[in-house]
């Protein structure tokens, strides 16, 4: 990539010459900012829409310059820095809010997300299982358990044979079979993780498993030693600052002795302790290295290993390193496998960083199992002896939360690994799970305009902070358009956190922040936040979120129609699976607050919003004017919500006037949209508005999932919700790279793509999911 200084003359001489840079245009108005599309060329653009695409360009190089070169931070939204698609990624391990450690499916250890919302993609080599069979006290066969060959470690034995190996990954699981050739033994290391629906304590603890299953088909007993080796770091260049160091440990307690070895990562801003350990019992040994040079040849560990199947365990800590060292530890656990026989070894991996100070370095916060494990960053030993002693609780948990789907005969493979596989980001988000502080009080949380809410402060004082990143380019905390989507994993499996990140937005809805910024889509000045408006996220990692929120600075979100609607559709779904009337009270207000603001997007009284003809909602690169069948439908549904909850809280003044918005608003949806076989995508009459959006029905979904599908709260004609489901799914699913991709955002009724703008021509997941979600609900009441 062309340093700085070029790339701003490029783009100086973009806007002023009105060509496209030879690179590719990849300044778009976007979300996806990163997608790998096609460059732009001058032809697919009008001239109007060219000058405000280099406007925005430029306007987003010069924050990028100083996100980047000025204040030294990674920017939110990173247009010249693209993730590549790495197909390697596996399960991750670790609990929430601790960070993760992610694993290929090849066994590298190959995604690190420690630092808070900080991905580092790094595969550290030295990080590998290695196996020693020992038959009749010979070693017979050692090896790497990699089909890597490195440039590195050149004394050990790589190059394993991938067709030996299997992986399945079934989250929070994951099971890596090795078939070890001409030895008669077969390994199977199932990974597991703290992840665990209703628990707030063991699913918040930073730590992993690897447990062994050593089957030996022979005829003669063999020894088997599994090594776990790792370096100190993440594989980034903090490895070779100096001052690192390793030592080993033991923990006894309650009879359970647990032993290895632990990395301090003496970084200056949130320094963190790695453990490697195995658990000694009966028959089984565990021994340690406690330092070598990963940078090197490996000699001495692979030949103190290859010499008896143990290691030296030499006592003592091992010296810190000096500036461009790197070092790495070891531990390894063994025991004989009889003739025909089976054992099993278990091995753990912990991570301590419990103190973090996010980008802006202003507040310290501590994370949530610190209320546990202590926040002194001595909690690795006690962690790694937690793990290495409950894991077998986590799995008959785990599986008897997961057996009555697997075991569904009414589901399809697909949905079934859909339903827990895609949990991982839950952990994965860059997420954040922190304790409030000792000393904090009420207004802290809900700040100088949220004493209304009354439960805020205990809640969040009893369960934590909770915030999970838009995504791994897009780094903004509990991004509220798209956790819309999303919500229910929490809802569902840990109700208490939603509860906790709803109460954070209600905080900052009531509160207002005056700040001016410039917004990169119109180059206009406008506050940060408004009162009684849904932010659309609560901070940048780089920042500090919860105190600044709307870290997002394409477009001013205040002016967006969605985020208030899908706020109240969560006070209620939240509602109706919890039953908590102290939360439903408590929001209250905050839904009359926010809907009332909704009502100046009404501009013809005629009881729907209209959208204000620029990217006005999440599809914020498609531009939607006059009534919208995406937000049309939202508003319909948060609509008959107020009606709802006013009934339950018994609110007659609130009852009637939004009963007659309904009414009115019902008659001009349909009318302004309905075509027949499904809802137009807006009202404008434009040579788009009757694109099929398979988006449409997000209202309905949300309403049918709520309970609200029935009687006064049928919003939409039954059979008007089949026809357009129906012709999404010829259209926008069958129609679409022929139905294996999922559904496309916009499709024109004749089968084509809608391309009038980057979004709409793309499939997203979550809607994807969500669109499944509601077809499988209205199939399910039509078929009883």
Not at 82 to 103: D, K, S, V, W
Not at 324 to 350: D, I
Request: net charge negative; proline share 5%.
């Amino acid at each position: 990539m062309a340093d700085s200084a070029k790339l701003m003359e490029q783009f100086e001489g973009t806007a002023h010459g009105h060509q496209v840079p030879s690179s590719g245009w990849r300044i778009c108005l976007a979300h996806e900012f990163a997608e790998k599309r096609k460059p732009y060329q001058a032809s697919d653009v009008s001239a109007y829409d060219l000058v405000k695409h280099l406007g925005l360009g430029m306007r987003y190089l010069r924050w990028w310059y100083r996100k980047t070169h000025v204040e030294k931070k990674c920017p939110v939204i990173d247009l010249f820095n693209p993730l590549p698609l790495r197909q390697i990624y596996g399960c991750p391990l670790g609990g929430f809010g601790g960070g993760t450690i992610t694993r290929g499916w090849r066994g590298e250890f190959c995604r690190w997300q420690l630092n808070p919302g900080v991905y580092h993609y790094k595969t550290v080599i030295a990080d590998q299982f290695t196996v020693c069979l020992r038959r009749k006290g010979q070693t017979v066969y050692q090896q790497v358990l990699s089909v890597e060959r490195p440039s590195v470690l050149q004394g050990w034995n790589w190059g394993y044979c991938g067709h030996y190996a299997f992986y399945h990954a079934l989250y929070p699981r994951a099971w890596t079979v090795y078939q070890l050739p001409g030895q008669d033994v077969v390994l199977t290391c199932r990974q597991v993780s703290p992840i665990i629906p209703h628990n707030y304590q063991d699913t918040s603890l930073p730590v992993g498993v690897f447990i062994w299953e050593l089957e030996n088909g022979s005829d003669e007993a063999v020894d088997v030693s599994i090594m776990l080796t790792l370096g100190n770091g993440t594989g980034t260049k903090e490895d070779k600052r100096g001052g690192h160091w390793n030592e080993p440990f033991s923990l006894e307690k309650e009879g359970a002795r647990v032993s290895g070895v632990l990395l301090h990562h003496c970084s200056p801003m949130n320094p963190y302790t790695l453990a490697i350990s195995a658990r000694e019992q009966a028959g089984t040994g565990v021994t340690h290295f406690t330092a070598f040079n990963p940078a090197g040849a490996g000699q001495a560990v692979w030949q103190d290993l290859l010499q008896d199947g143990r290691l030296d365990s030499p006592a003592g800590k091992g010296s810190l390193t000096e500036k461009g060292e790197v070092t790495a530890a070891a531990v390894c656990a063994t025991c004989t496998v009889p003739a025909r026989g089976h054992r099993m070894l278990e091995l753990g991996l912990a991570w301590d960083m419990p103190r973090i100070h996010f980008g802006s370095k202003e507040k310290l916060h501590l994370r949530r199992y610190t209320r546990y494990f202590g926040s002194a960053g001595d909690a690795c030993p006690a962690l790694s002896h937690y793990a290495l002693t409950h894991y077998e609780q986590w799995e008959e948990k785990i599986e008897s939360w997961q057996r009555p789907i697997l075991e569904s005969s009414d589901l399809p493979p697909w949905y079934k690994s859909a339903l827990f596989n895609e949990l991982y980001f839950v952990a994965d988000g860059g997420t954040l799970w922190l304790e409030l502080p000792p000393e904090a009080c009420a207004e802290d949380v809900q700040g100088p305009a949220g004493a209304g809410l009354s439960q805020i402060f205990p809640v969040l004082r009893e369960y934590g902070r909770f915030a999970y990143l838009e995504g791994q380019e897009y780094r903004m905390y509990n991004t509220y358009d798209v956790h819309f989507y999303a919500s229910f994993a929490l809802a569902m499996l840990w109700p208490k956190l939603e509860i906790g990140l709803q109460y954070d937005i209600a905080a900052a809805v009531l509160n207002e922040d005056t700040q001016p910024r410039l917004y990169l889509m119109n180059g206009q000045t406008a506050q940060v936040k408004l009162k009684n408006v849904v932010p659309h996220d609560i901070g940048d990692p780089e920042d500090e979120p919860w105190q600044r929120v709307n870290a997002y600075l394409i477009h001013d979100t205040a002016g967006w129609k969605d985020l208030n609607l899908k706020f109240v559709l969560q006070v209620y779904r939240d509602y109706h699976l919890t039953q908590d009337m102290a939360y439903l009270q408590d929001m209250w207000p905050v839904c009359q607050a926010v809907m009332d603001a909704e009502l100046k997007f009404d501009t013809d009284d005629d009881g729907l919003i209209e959208n204000s003809g620029f990217a006005d909602q999440t599809y914020d690169a498609w531009v939607a004017t006059g009534a919208s069948a995406y937000c049309g439908s939202l508003w319909l549904a948060a609509v008959c919500v107020m009606c709802k909850v006013a009934g339950i809280v018994g609110d007659g003044e609130v009852l009637q006037k939004y009963s007659a918005i309904r009414r009115k608003g019902t008659e001009a949806f349909e009318r302004l949209l309905w075509n027949g076989k499904y809802y137009n995508y807006d009202s404008s009459g434009g040579p788009f508005s009757s694109t099929v959006m398979s988006d449409q029905c997000a209202g309905q979904w949300f309403l049918r999932a709520s309970g609200l599908d029935h009687g006064e709260f049928q919003v939409f004609p039954r059979s008007h919700i089949l026809s357009a489901l129906k012709t999404i799914f010829e259209l926008n699913v069958m129609g679409f790279a022929n139905g294996t991709m999922g559904a496309v955002n916009g499709m024109r009724p004749d089968g084509s793509l809608d391309t009038s703008s980057l979004q709409s021509s793309e499939a997203w997941v979550g809607v994807v999911y969500a669109v499944a979600a509601t077809m499988i609900q209205e199939v399910g009441v039509a078929r009883g």
